[in-house]
């Protein structure tokens, strides 16, 4: 049951984390998916097939654009790198605000009242 709660939050932020990574640098699939794991301590260990709709998702929102680039060196394939648009810098914005409502209303809620014990 923890598992499967644990899914659902992530679902239901992961747009607004993938769009802050994109909103702080261009970059491609491969490197949003390492920027995840790590900064998300773990617990944002994505494959592919979850990432990539996600983007395609804020892509089609207008919230982010790509670019195919040329790769350096011999045999680098090239990449498909993402950017956010003004609009989607200013959906960023819009989603952290209601992000930071939510937790903090949560946290209100799920608080100990004094005395209580857990």
């Known amino acids: 049951m923890e598992q499967k709660f644990a899914q659902q939050l992530k679902?239901?932020?992961?747009?607004?984390?993938?769009?802050?990574?994109?909103?702080?640098?261009?970059?491609?699939?491969?490197?949003?998916?390492?920027?995840?794991?790590?900064?998300?301590?773990?617990?944002?260990?994505?494959?592919?097939?979850?990432?990539?709709?996600?983007?395609?998702?804020?892509e089609d929102a207008g919230l982010i654009q790509s670019a195919w680039q040329a790769a350096e060196g011999k045999r680098a394939a090239p990449k498909k790198y993402y950017s956010a648009t003004e609009e989607g810098r200013q959906a960023y914005r819009k989603y952290h605000r209601v992000w930071r409502e939510f937790s903090a209303c949560v946290e209100n809620i799920c608080a100990e009242k004094e005395g209580e014990s857990r």
């Not at 993938?18 to 491969?30: A, F, M, P, S």
């Open 11 to 58: 679902k239901g932020v992961l747009d607004m984390i993938v769009l802050r990574l994109i909103c702080e640098e261009d970059t491609y699939g491969y490197r949003l998916l390492q920027k995840l794991e790590q900064r998300g301590g773990g617990f944002f260990n994505l494959k592919e097939g979850t990432l990539y709709p996600v983007l395609y998702r804020l």
